[in-house]
């Protein structure tokens, strides 16, 4: 009941602003448990993929999406929680990750659509980077569940770090084809097993998407990115204290 009056809230607003364009849902089955992995480019993929899909999807969602203060931070919990995403707090990643796996398998076995995201994490840079192995693959193997891809569209350009206000266009979704993985059965300990899935979902969403395709932990980028740009904070403080010493000393002459 609170699913379907939070979609009528808030993905009828979203549908009536943004106006999101969406292929491939002939792919989502009209009952069943299936999976939907999907790229990752913006906090708002969680508000638009349910609110363009007939049935329910629950997603991961980090835990301080429900505990953040604020206006925004209790309309945030509220939608997350009207649309029955589910809490999993990461700062143990071991127990974060078991609680995600046990999650999402109880979410298959009522029937249910489990929607994840195999980056982990949202890209730093519009780009596509490699999968985690252990959530999706383990998931997939062991309930028997298809596995969706779905691509995001031009969602991170909605709202770019940094803006406050919303930028109005139409982003997009396009679901591929049901992938079947039942031929790795019985080997959801086989860490090549492991990866051999998740690469292979990954490239049907790169088709999808379209991105350019970074064998790489996004994890791994933004701690990159964030070096670089301290890096260059400190270059720019030193070179600024070098003028000045350099002022200092022509002055003095």
Not at 59 to 67: G, S
Not at 104 to 115: A, H
Not at 140 to 160: F, N, R, S, W, Y
């Amino acid at each position: 009941m609170l699913y379907g009056t939070m979609k009528v809230a808030i993905g009828g607003p979203l549908k009536l602003a943004f106006r999101p364009w969406v292929e491939g849902l002939e792919n989502i089955p009209a009952e069943g448990p299936a999976i939907l992995a999907s790229n990752h480019l913006s906090f708002s993929d969680s508000f638009f993929l349910p609110t363009m899909l007939d049935r329910k999807v629950t997603f991961i969602a980090k835990a301080e999406y429900f505990t953040t203060p604020g206006v925004k931070g209790r309309l945030t919990a509220a939608f997350f929680k009207g649309v029955g995403q589910l809490p999993v707090d990461r700062s143990g990643a071991r127990g974060a990750g078991e609680a995600a796996i046990k999650s999402g398998i109880e979410v298959l076995e009522r029937g249910e659509l489990f929607g994840i995201y195999p980056e982990g994490t949202r890209s730093p840079d519009g780009r596509l980077y490699r999968g985690k192995p252990g959530g999706l693959a383990r998931v997939a193997l062991a309930t028997g569940a298809p596995v969706i891809p779905v691509a995001m569209i031009d969602t991170e350009k909605i709202q770019p770090p940094g803006k406050v206000m919303p930028k109005l266009m139409r982003p997009g979704i396009r679901i591929g084809k049901p992938l079947d993985f039942s031929r790795y059965q019985g080997m959801e300990h086989d860490r090549f097993v492991l990866r051999a899935l998740t690469d292979e979902v990954m490239y049907e969403i790169m088709k999808l998407s379209g991105q350019e395709y970074v064998d790489m932990y996004a994890t791994a980028a933004k701690r990159q990115i964030a070096e670089a740009a301290k890096a260059a904070k400190e270059a720019e403080k030193n070179a600024r204290e070098a003028e000045k010493e350099a002022g200092k000393e022509a002055g003095g002459r």
